[in-house]
DNA sequence: TTTCAACACTCAAACGTTTGCGCAAAATAG
DNA sequence: CTATTTTGCGCAAACGTTTGAGTGTTGAAA
């Protein structure tokens, strides 16, 4: 076993001083010619390679960018992560991926953790906890130290900070939309309660584009859910008790649960019910029949957080602070859980 | 804005020396009980937590583990990162995940990265490219530099290492043998390329179960899929020209590409034809049909990876080296994709 | 010959910690 | 009242870097 190289060792090595060494890795014209070669020799021969750790602690910054996502185990957000990366990279950042598990005293403890040293900013998604207890105190701490932070997709107003976010309301206009427009008169809503921002909004297109087109509300075809587990007997229910010829859930898993039902029911999708999905995940592709969706492009929004937060910390600190807010925009992707246009 | 705080500050502050705030924080009886109580009350008034950057540098450990894995965006790798993590935390370590994409080039960049100072360990699943090009040099290197590593599920046995796998081979003798044992005669394999490791022992896995029941191989019932992109018309194509009455396929993707090809021929799973995938992820699950599968238990998987890891990091060095490979036992899961036992 | 710039390099401080050692004052023992 | 121990604290080095300032040679201009 070879313990790293350092920057001494190679100066004691070859008789020389430990600045000497790093001027002459680093190119200085203050080195001679000979001396320079004869340690850039040595110091790619043994693999040299500078302890970041040092460096951070040098420099202040770390050139890496933490994430916090509620969890992983979820496409959307794993899309959200390759997008980060792939742009952070490009600009030399290095990325940490930390879990909330959607527990507010995870979230705090991350970043906390996070903000010690480790990381230059951060791009996160909120915990559903933190957004029922409203407490934001550990955003505007990192927010105060000078760390740039980053919110996407669950989003709220009180926090300062750049958002990327998804033009929910519109992408869920859309969707209702195309289903009236395929013919659907009576349109059922599986949404998640309303603290989840994100249901809400998409909820409020829901309402929305039915009073653009003159329809009225029935709060009977409009369910919320609120815990997950039990999402699947709440929506059974729910297509039971109620006739539809059409239905908007606000994620995939809603939307898979509402086509098992409406099958068990009896009926048959799309031909006698139709069903959209947000949110563009494997099960959308690959269930049958494949689900129409609103996509989320998750991948984009990563990456425009990625720009946001590095833009934000290759700033000068004089230039005045300016939030952003960037909408990536949805799409409908057309497959087999609707009727087409006609 | 507020700065971080830090010892010199509150050094400074409160007119004592550095090393005093240092100690009194740490409860040392060196310090007068008075002056303690004092620092440790400015201390969390002011809400100090020591730079992590500057405390790795010191102790010359960082507490945090790296995960490299070969893409993100999939259910099993999101499970083991989720077993990781669990058990990292409960040890007082974090975890960076890295992405290699597949591509060796990237692999061995991130591995030179978060080497240079930024984890103690790596818990590793091999980039394919990798395992085609057989060029391990990077393993090696950060094993010579004495950092540990734990590779899982995609391993080779020239690297010497902590290992966590799979009982591929038995895991996929269980399940062909469940199709035998509910009536199957004619049981086709759609499996990957030889040199991923884990196609390779499901394959084996098969041909002994076969052999072990006195069956000939026919090798027309075997399917070698080598780009992900063109598997679907591969398989579309395997199915049409064979007359099988039950698949073996080695994940869920091949898995429910063979019923699709199964119900556009015009049969039905499971009566006519018996279908099972490995990995239990989401899409075996909400499938229709949903699918029987061998589970891998990757979050278990993740967790013994993480064990392991830590294991190592807290041993004295004096201790001798010895390699440890822990098996995760796979289980089969029963679902609609396949004939019940009688 | 003196002056001084250019060259090639070294010293030392700094980033934020921890910790062995030293040192003065206070407390105890003789 | 001196001698020794204890108490309470500060100094400085170390982790691996970078970098401004300093230093001792050259060689050329004045």
Redesign the pocket.
């Known amino acids: 076993m070879r313990p ?5 060792q190679i100066a004691r090595e070859l ?6 060494v ?2 002459a ?2 190119d200085s ?8 070669k004869k340690i850039k020799a040595f110091a790619k021969f043994y693999n ?4 970041n ?3 951070s ?4 910054k770390t050139k890496t960018i933490g994430i916090i996502i509620p969890e992983i185990v979820h496409y959307f957000f794993t899309t959200v992560i390759s997008g980060v990366e792939k742009v952070a990279n490009e600009k030399g950042y290095n990325v940490i991926v930390c879990l909330s598990n959607n527990s507010f005293d995870k979230e705090v403890l991350n970043m906390e953790l996070l903000a010690n040293g480790s990381t230059d900013g951060f791009i996160m998604s909120m915990a559903k906890e933190t957004l029922q207890k409203e407490d934001y105190h550990h955003f505007t701490e990192v927010i105060n130290q000078g760390m740039p932070l980053v919110l996407f997709d669950r989003v709220i107003d009180e926090i300062h900070c750049d958002k990327v976010i998804i033009d929910d309301v519109i992408g869920a206009k859309k969707a209702v939309q195309y289903l009236l427009d395929t013919g659907a008169q009576k349109i059922g809503l599986v949404s998640t309660v309303d603290y989840v921002s994100v249901g809400k909004l998409r909820t409020r297109g829901y309402l929305e584009i039915l009073r653009e087109n003159n329809l009225e509300v029935d709060q009977n075809l409009i369910l919320k859910i609120e815990d997950m587990d039990s999402s699947e007997a709440e929506i059974k229910d729910f297509i039971n008790k109620n006739e539809v010829d059409a239905v908007f859930a606000v994620n995939e898993h809603f939307a898979i649960h509402a086509i098992k039902a409406i099958q068990e029911k009896g009926l048959k999708v799309p031909e006698d019910v139709s069903v959209i999905g947000f949110t563009n995940g494997e099960l959308s592709k690959r269930f049958i029949p494949s689900l129409t969706t609103v996509s989320q492009h998750g991948e984009r929004m990563g990456g425009e957080a990625a720009k946001l937060l590095i833009d934000k910390l290759e700033r000068k600190p004089d230039e005045g602070e300016s939030y952003k807010t960037v909408i990536v925009e949805t799409s409908l992707i057309e497959r087999n859980s609707t009727k087409s246009l006609i």
């Open positions: 790293k190289l350092t920057l001494k008789d020389v001083s430990i600045s000497t790093s001027r890795l680093r014209s203050e080195i001679g010619e000979e001396t320079r040299y390679k500078p302890n750790i040092a460096l602690l040098k420099n202040r």
